[in-house]
């Protein structure tokens, strides 16, 4: 009996999606990391570092969600190209 042709897909894990990765999980650690952050000096503008450090985080976290996404969708549009389909 014959086999189908083997389709070569390409590498599943590429460096794009290692860095797509990390910039997903890297909120995630620093978030549950609490012995860094658990304190309330250095205060910023009264504020103890406590509570600035998780808003900054809110913040920081859009950006690299927003990297990520960048990221995911010219690595869908880059495999899309090598299999020779249209993009989306």
């Known amino acids: 009996m014959s086999q189908p042709p083997q389709v070569s897909r390409g590498p599943v894990v590429t460096p794009m999606r290692v860095v797509i990765a990390f910039c997903l ?6 978030m549950l990391w609490v012995g860094s ?3 309330t ?9 406590f509570y600035w450090y998780q808003m900054a985080w809110v913040l920081i976290s859009t950006a690299l969600t927003m990297i990520a996404f960048k990221l995911w969708q010219r690595d869908q549009r880059a495999r ?5 389909g249209a993009s989306e």
């Open 41 to 49: 000096d250095p205060a910023f503008i009264g504020i103890p570092f």
């Open 80 to 84: 899309s190209a090598a299999k020779g």
């Open 37 to 39: 952050y658990a304190k």
């Open 25 to 30: 999980i890297a909120p995630f650690i620093a």
